[in-house]
T-cell receptor
Framework: AQTVTQSQPEMSVQEAETVTLSCTYD???????LFWYKQPPSRQMILVIR??????QNATENRFSVNFQKAAKSFSLKISDSQLGDAAMYFC????????????FGTGTRLKVLA | GAVVSQHPSWVICKSGTSVKIECRSL??????MFWYRQFPKQSLMLMAT?????????EQGVEKDKFLINHASLTLSTLTVTSAHPEDSSFYIC??????????????FGDGTRLSIL
């Protein structure tokens, strides 16, 4: 069975600085997708970024980028130029390419942005 | 873009009553929807996969008779918490994949329902 681990329960970053959130996963599959979701206090789940396992190039979305290391089964999220609005819970999620779109979520990292 | 609507957003009821939560895909058809439960400061735990026109698939440890799921149309899935008790109080979130023929499409989430059982 697949598992997703986020080892940092909480992280803090100064406004305008850069922070990296860690995520590791375990799977025996070769084809899958990885996602980072943001959950602000409103508790709405917002997609931040996604990565296809067959792509070697790391995904980037504006200030958000990932460091995808397939061999190490690592999928970290880097937030550059952190803003107060980035404060939220961040969840890493895994989905098998062969499954029925079912996600496996990590335990989450609470990000605090300090003014 | 794809939108998933969930209703109600917050419900408070007495112990022993049944509560129905609706999840609708507003501008797309969803043959599959997912129901999650989230305890405070914890992750989303998948409860069940809702399949249009057939029985839901429940995750291990989830009581089928407690959490009734119906997916009667391509745009609506309902979760009914039967004979609710205080331990059922939680945040429930539904989601649906927006399928465009590309399997890398993410799930789209409803805004969640906060259920409080007194």
């Amino acid at each position: 069975a697949q598992t997703v681990t986020q080892s940092q329960p909480e992280m803090s970053v100064q406004e305008a600085e850069t922070v990296t959130l860690s995520c590791t996963y375990d799977t025996s599959e070769s084809d899958y997708y990885l996602f980072w979701y943001k959950q602000p206090p409103s508790r709405q789940m917002i997609l931040v970024i996604r990565q296809e396992a067959y792509k070697q190039q790391n995904a980037t979305e504006n200030r958000f980028s990932v460091n995808f290391q397939k061999a190490a089964k690592s999928f970290s999220l880097k937030i550059s130029d952190s803003q107060l609005g980035d404060a939220a819970m961040y969840f890493c999620a895994y989905r098998s390419a062969s499954a029925t779109y079912k996600y496996i979520f990590g335990t989450g990292t609470r990000l605090k942005v300090l003014a | 873009g794809a939108v998933v609507s969930q209703h109600p957003s917050w419900v408070i009821c007495k112990s022993g009553t049944s509560v129905k939560i609706e999840c609708r895909s507003l501008d797309f058809q969803a043959t599959t929807m997912f129901w999650y439960r989230q305890f405070p400061k914890q992750s989303l735990m998948l409860m069940a996969t809702s399949n249009e026109g057939s029985k839901a698939t429940y995750e291990q440890g989830v009581e089928k008779d407690k959490f009734l799921i119906n997916h009667a149309s391509l745009t609506l899935s309902t979760l009914t918490v039967t004979s609710a008790h205080p331990e059922d109080s939680s945040f429930y979130i539904c989601s649906a994949p927006f399928r465009t023929g590309h399997s890398n499409q993410p799930q789209h989430f409803g805004d969640g329902t906060r259920l409080s059982i007194l």
